[in-house]
């Protein structure tokens, strides 16, 4: 079975850093795609940011691109999400997410796992 479990989330000021852990386990880690979402409040769930098997090949949503960096320790079986100049309009809650396949992609449905969520509020 397959479990994805997320840490590090929390109430940081705007211009803060936060760092999000996805401990992976129940399958391969190494062999599938890594994603992180996020859900804000009356919104849709959106595409954060995605990295492939290897590490190889990451892909970043526009709002973060150049703030957010997605890696993964595939010793360790975990994927990290390192988020510097945290602004308002990032709070939501950030949800890891298990790849159907070896490459990154952008897309909800090509992520068969998903972890509970970790909430993660920037304050202005």
């Known amino acids: 079975q397959v479990q994805l479990v997320e840490s590090g989330g929390g109430l940081v000021q705007a211009g803060g850093s936060l760092r999000l852990t996805c401990a992976a386990s129940g399958r391969t880690f190494s062999s599938y795609a890594m994603g992180w979402f996020r859900q804000a409040p009356g919104k849709n769930r959106e595409f954060v940011a995605a990295i492939s098997h290897n590490g190889g090949s990451t892909a970043y949503a526009d709002s973060v691109k150049g703030r957010f960096t997605i890696s993964r320790d595939n010793a360790k079986n975990t994927v990290y999400l390192q988020m510097n100049s945290l602004k308002p309009e990032d709070t939501a809650v950030y949800y890891c997410?298990?790849?159907?396949?070896?490459?990154?992609?952008?897309?909800?449905?090509?992520?068969?796992?998903w972890g509970q969520g970790t909430q993660v509020t920037v304050s202005s």
């Open positions: 997410a298990g790849g159907r396949y070896s490459y990154r992609t952008y897309y909800t449905s090509d992520y068969g796992y």
